[in-house]
């Protein structure tokens, strides 16, 4: 029915997402993504949430990210886009149909040097929807730290289904909001075999710049 995509070991060397099982991709790329179960608003009396400007060689991304959903990660994610650690990195891993992946890696696909892994918060109920931003990690569940990656699909495969290694899932923690067919052009672009690689832009596509955008002011009072 479906075609089916092995995803080697060899993958998980540089801290990459992990899929041992075979994955379908068949179907996963429509152009509408679905709907969380889960508010993704902040609660009363705390500031919007955060929005991050992702400026590639393809062009502009801009992401809101969860706090209130996953604190650890989008802490994680902002200290390293607020020490510049990011900028000169590249999407390193593209799959049409799946996702695009990159913070870890130089265009010369070596590994930068990166702080210490954070916890899974995969089971804070939010899904891995197409647009939405999520912790790439090894096999281990609690071993994500710089690398991230975009779900251009809807990847039920990627969610929480319990605590165990197998079904620990991958933790979202922010939404593309605006650049999805920026996202879209860098998951189509020419790929091949880099070293152990497999999947890598034959251009690196650079993030040239990450930067934290200053959160929107609040609404005039009324008079």
Known sequence: MSRLLTLPARIFSAGLIACTFALGITGCGASEPGKQTVSTAPAAGQPPNPRVLIETSQGNVVVELFPGNAPQSV???????????????????????????????????????????????????????????????????HSASSQF?????????LNHRGKSVEDW???????????????????????????????????????????????????????
Request: a negative charge; charged letters at 15%.
């Open 149 to 157: 990656f975009i779900n251009v699909a809807d990847n039920a495969f």
């Open 169 to 223: 899932g991958y933790a979202v923690f922010g939404q593309v909001v605006d650049g999805m067919d920026v996202v879209d052009a860098i998951v189509a672009v020419p790929r091949g075999r880099t070293g152990p690689h497999d999947d890598v832009p034959k251009t690196p596509v650079l993030m040239q710049r990450v930067s934290v955008l200053p959160a929107a002011a609040p609404p005039a009072a009324q008079p």
């Open 75 to 141: 802490g994680n994610f902002l200290n390293y886009a607020q020490s510049g650690f990011y900028d000169g990195l590249i999407f390193h891993r593209v799959i049409p149909g799946f996702m695009v992946q990159g913070g870890g890696m130089t265009p010369d696909m070596a590994e930068k040097p990166k702080n210490a892994p954070i916890q899974n918060e995969a089971d804070n109920g939010l899904k891995n929807l197409r647009g939405t931003l999520a912790m790439a990690r090894t096999m281990d569940p």
